[in-house]
């Protein structure tokens, strides 16, 4: 049975994952432009060999953070449901996780675009 407490969680789960996903996509922008100034500068092939493989670690944790969002996500949308269905419609958890679910749906929108 869902309760008020699991959709806190999950809700924050979400959220804790959005903000990992944004960290990483910085990130990657980061090691990008620190790679091309280490090619522009003609840096030693070593130190750019390992700053490549810097920024591909940080590249596959993206589609990670997407996987785990998704995961999350269905969770979130279970939990709500049935809490719905238990006509607990008013608590101000339950209209925090409808916004967190949407602020996830419109990110995937965006991206997929």
Same mark, same amino acid.
């Given at each position: 049975? #869902?309760?008020?407490?699991?959709?806190?969680?999950?809700?924050?789960?979400?959220?804790?994952?959005?903000?990992?996903?944004?960290?990483?996509?910085?990130?990657?922008?980061?090691?990008? #432009?620190?790679? #091309? +100034?280490?090619?522009?500068?003609?840096?030693?092939?070593?130190?750019?060999?390992?700053?490549?493989?810097?920024?591909?670690?940080?590249?596959?944790?993206?589609? +990670?953070?997407?996987?785990?969002?998704? #995961?999350?996500?269905? +969770?979130?949308?279970?939990?709500?449901? *049935?809490?719905?269905?238990?006509?607990?419609? +008013?608590?101000?958890?339950?209209? *925090?996780? %409808?916004?967190?679910?949407?602020?996830?749906? %419109?990110?995937?929108?965006?991206? *997929?675009?």
């Amino acid at each position: 049975m #869902a309760t008020i407490r699991n959709l806190k969680i999950k809700s924050g789960t979400c959220k804790r994952i959005i903000k990992e996903l944004h960290s990483y996509e910085k990130e990657v922008e980061r090691e990008a #432009a620190k790679t #091309a +100034d280490m090619k522009e500068k003609g840096a030693d092939p070593y130190d750019l060999k390992q700053q490549e493989n810097v920024l591909a670690e940080s590249r596959m944790m993206i589609p +990670d953070c997407r996987k785990r969002l998704e #995961a999350s996500l269905t +969770d979130l949308k279970g939990t709500l449901a *049935e809490l719905e269905e238990s006509n607990q419609k +008013d608590a101000p958890e339950i209209l *925090e996780a %409808q916004s967190t679910l949407a602020e996830v749906e %419109q990110l995937f929108h965006t991206t *997929e675009a």
